[in-house]
């Protein structure tokens, strides 16, 4: 579904954004020009950037592996 009709930027757009590391609008804004032109979309963009957000901090946590901490032979010595 196209959020910004003024840049075409669509949700899955912003999903791979989200994915290649954006974190805020500010960051949607340089990348994709989300919300530069009229306006209309920031509210929508910002919910879609928040439940992909959401999304992929559920995600993360249901396929984290615990930490293995190793002693370092080398630094003993």
Do not use: W, Y
């Amino acid at each position: 579904m196209i959020v910004c009709i003024c840049q075409n930027v669509s949700d899955g757009k912003i999903h791979r954004a989200v994915d290649g590391g954006v974190t805020s609008m500010v960051q949607l804004r340089d990348q994709l020009g989300v919300g530069t032109c009229c306006g209309k979309c920031h509210a929508h963009a910002k919910q879609v950037l928040r439940e992909c957000l959401s999304s992929n901090a559920q995600q993360s946590h249901c396929h984290m592996q615990p930490m293995l901490f190793q002693r370092n032979i080398m630094a003993a010595a």
